[in-house]
């Protein structure tokens, strides 16, 4: 059986650095792997690359959607905008320009692109494979004020923007959102069966399936899985999992929550790059995130969720806690190979 050893090495080879170059030899297999360090919703990595000599297409995996928590595809075409931010960070690190576009005939993203002599390696590059979530709690202290500028401007895009909230009340607040929406959902059978699914709960399972939620990433003790899903009806309750969340969100500095003007795919995937230059920013600056997103998923939670906040003609799309805090070990990803459908190299 797989060690955690074992599982930390493979964590740490698909996350070593890449390299920064800018001799004008594109190398796509590497951008691809940087692209799917994103982020993506239960890690299930939902997403198809099909690479050719000038351009890269991103592409919904629709045999990796979650229909009860996700039931329009947003959050899958939210972490297909996370990774298609990662390539382009990475294709500057080579040397290329690269422009994002929502192609509607593909359903997907295509970036293209462009050698380009001013492009180089960022902060926000090498904090690709470090970036993760952490779900621990943190230890309370603030963000700096200059720390936070940083990573509200990064949050935004051109139909996207960031609220900001740290205080006690606000805080406060968002635990109630949060506690109703753990009621709802893991009262739900259907919710339930969708994410025990994706809980991988010992290293070998992890290591044979290559996505999803993986108990070392949160300290959970390994088990066998047939042993640990007798178990998860005691351990997984709404009360439960609510005084977890409200643990970590007081430990935590403040909430990010990103809101966008329209609620469709391309705003989507605009809204998904802009959640992963926060998340990359804030790896660069030695912050936490982690995603309590209950009130969003929960449909009638967020029209109220959205009028606490005062939106008009806004929605409220992906939320985030952030602060200092631990590390944790890292989730796994599926090999390249299983990724790329049509190598530009192999024809």
């Given amino acids: 059986m797989a060690s955690t050893k074992e599982y930390d090495q493979a964590a740490s080879d698909m996350r070593r650095p890449g390299t920064e170059q800018a001799d004008g030899n594109l190398d796509a297999r590497e951008l691809v792997r940087h692209a799917t360090l994103a982020a993506s919703s239960h890690n299930t990595q939902p997403w198809k690359f099909r690479t050719r000599k000038d351009a890269i297409t991103i592409l919904p995996d629709f045999s990796r959607r979650c229909p009860v928590v996700d039931p329009d595809d947003s959050h899958l075409f939210k972490s297909l905008g996370c990774a298609a931010e990662n390539l382009v960070h990475a294709a500057a690190a080579q040397g290329f320009s690269a422009e994002v576009r929502f192609d509607s005939g593909e359903n997907g993203i295509t970036v293209l692109l462009n050698r380009d002599a001013t492009a180089r390696a960022t902060d926000l590059y090498r904090a690709i494979p470090k970036r993760q979530c952490v779900k621990a709690a943190y230890d309370g202290s603030p963000i700096g004020v200059m720390e936070l500028a940083q990573l509200e401007q990064a949050g935004k895009g051109p139909s996207v923007r960031t609220i900001m909230l740290s205080s006690d009340a606000e805080k406060n607040a968002v635990i109630d959102y949060v506690t109703r929406g753990n009621i709802a959902q893991l009262t739900d059978r259907a919710f339930r069966k969708e994410l025990v699914a994706w809980l991988r709960f010992n290293p070998v399972e992890a290591m044979r399936k290559g996505d999803g939620l993986a108990g070392r990433t949160s300290g959970q003790p390994a088990l066998p899985t047939w042993l640990a899903k007798l178990m998860i009806g005691l351990v997984l309750t709404p009360k439960g999992q609510a005084r977890t969340d409200a643990t970590n969100i007081r430990s935590s500095a403040g909430v990010a929550v990103f809101v966008s003007s ?9 809204l998904g790059r802009a959640y992963e230059r926060f998340a990359l920013q804030a790896t660069a600056l030695d912050i936490r995130t982690a995603f309590i997103n209950q009130p969003i998923e929960v449909r009638e939670l967020r029209s109220q969720f959205e009028s606490w906040l005062k939106l008009e ?31 530009w190299a192999a024809g």
Avoid at 319 to 338: E, N, Q
């Fill in 262 to 270: 329209r609620d469709d795919k391309p705003a989507w995937v605009e």
């Fill in 313 to 343: 003609g806004e929605h409220a799309l992906l939320m985030v806690r952030f602060g200092h805090g631990p590390t944790a070990p890292f989730s796994l990803r599926r090999p390249i190979d299983d990724v790329i459908t049509v190598d």
